[in-house]
């Protein structure tokens, strides 16, 4: 006799009365960050006039479906699970919302780039608040916000700031070590462990190291940030992605001063990883 003829017999005697249980909750997707998996739910068979006989309900206890996993934690786990085109992203670091990201392919892959400037459409010229919250297009000029840069690199990251000459030439300032401190230090910087190959090492990012973020409305000690852009002023800089755009002067200008002149920018990337 069949489960169905055998439940149906002793319903009619009022020994039994089987019933499924609602379904539980999905569970978790069984993968993360883009890639397939599946999740399950649950049910139960009840009796209500006891447990008198060990048969089941018709149908299934258990149930299955096909389910996809949700955001990456950066733009490093996304290219080790095969994204390999640059882009805009969309990622969950730990202990933060989903945020837009910008996710650089190249170099090895998995780098996130917290500021671009390519043709001076998007002022720099900002209050703390924007360069805090982050401002710009992030398929074109942009800056990602001070308060995402310190989760990214709150661990410590490695960083390269990318600046393109008006000449073409290409200078590449590395470090092995960046991290952005919270707002109670007013995102100070720390930054060590140079792999630039261009220009003198006192005139990079070295000169930087320790100093708090200062914009045109908190202007900090130096008062570098007076005139134009906010940045990591240290005794004002050697060099300012930020700066005004097409202006000859490391302070205040978007330049760099390498081989013993200020060099005008055309364009800046900065990525962490």
């Known amino acids: 006799m069949n489960v169905a003829a055998f439940n149906s017999c002793f319903n009619l005697l009022g020994i039994v009365s089987l019933s499924w249980t609602t379904w539980g909750a ?8 883009g890639n397939h998996g599946n999740q399950v739910r649950n049910r139960s068979c009840t009796n209500t006039k006891g447990d008198l006989f060990a048969v089941g309900c018709d149908g299934i206890s258990r149930d299955e479906r096909n389910c996809s996993g949700g955001v990456c934690i950066g733009c490093a786990e996304l290219y080790n699970n095969g994204e390999h085109v640059s ?10 919302r989903p945020l837009n990201v910008h996710c650089d392919m190249t170099d090895g892959g998995g780098w996130t780039v917290i500021q671009h400037r390519i043709d001076g459409a ?20 942009f800056w990602l916000g001070l308060e ?10 490695q960083v390269i700031i990318d600046m393109i000459t008006t000449q073409g030439e290409l200078i590449r300032y590395s470090y092995g070590y960046f991290k952005v401190k919270n707002s ?5 910087l ?3 462990n140079d792999t630039s190959l261009k220009c003198s090492s006192q005139y990079r990012l070295l000169y930087n190291d320790g100093a708090k973020f ?14 134009g852009s906010g940045w990591w002023f240290n005794g004002c800089s050697y060099f ?11 302070n205040y200008g978007m330049a760099v001063y390498c081989n013993s002149k200020d060099v005008v920018l055309n364009e800046t990337v900065i990525k962490v990883r």
């Open 26 to 33: 999905w569970s978790s997707c069984s993968t993360t960050c």
């Open 87 to 96: 882009g805009v992203y969309t990622i969950a670091p730990t202990g933060h």
């Open 122 to 141: 998007v002022s720099f010229n900002r209050n703390w608040t924007d360069y805090v919250t982050g401002f710009g297009d992030l398929r074109n000029d």
């Open 148 to 157: 995402y840069i310190h989760t990214l690199t709150s661990l410590g990251a």
């Open 184 to 188: 109670s230090t007013f995102y100070e």
């Open 190 to 192: 720390s930054v060590s």
């Open 214 to 227: 200062t914009t045109p409305d908190r202007i900090g000690r130096y008062g570098c940030a007076l005139s």
């Open 240 to 250: 300012n992605p930020n700066g005004l755009f097409g202006l000859a002067d490391v």
